[in-house]
């Protein structure tokens, strides 16, 4: 591996911004579908970092081909970073729940916080979430393009 894969570029730039800006307006969108009581301490911070390093490291890496590849790229990293926030969500309540000890075993603690991604995804199944995620993915994909290509 060569010293310039690791280096900061124009493309990764751009879509750890636009990617961090879509996880942004995306936890303002949730924080009203939450349930109550639901601790809202971490939902802004690791929405938006979370996809400005998935932007940084997966996205940044995939331009140089055309536009329309890029925009699946952008949706791809999108899809990445939905999943690892949701991830991160559901470990951290499956971590609570089982301090509780509302758990039998660790088997089931495991399969829960599957049980919790799908709960936690389906909050995102609102018109507007589900806008903002397809188009800061395609306008991350784009606007990364354009930035390799401009700026490299």
Do not use: C
């Amino acid at each position: 591996m060569t010293t310039t894969a690791k280096m900061p570029t124009a493309a990764k730039l751009v879509a750890g911004f636009i990617f961090a800006v879509t996880g942004y307006f995306v936890a303002e969108l949730v924080r009203s579908a939450l349930p109550e009581g639901q601790p809202l301490k971490w939902l802004l911070p690791i929405s938006v970092l979370i996809p400005m390093i998935v932007g940084w490291r997966v996205m940044g890496r995939l331009v140089g081909t055309n536009y329309g590849a890029s925009m699946n790229s952008g949706f791809y990293g999108i899809v990445v970073s939905t999943v690892s926030v949701t991830f991160i969500f559901s470990v951290s309540l499956m971590i609570k729940k089982s301090r509780r000890l509302q758990y039998d075993g660790p088997m089931e603690a495991l399969v829960d916080v599957f049980a919790l991604m799908l709960d936690y995804g389906l909050l995102l199944l609102n018109p507007f979430v589900l806008a903002t995620l397809v188009g800061g993915g395609f306008f991350g994909g784009i606007a990364a393009e354009w930035a390799h290509r401009k700026f490299e």
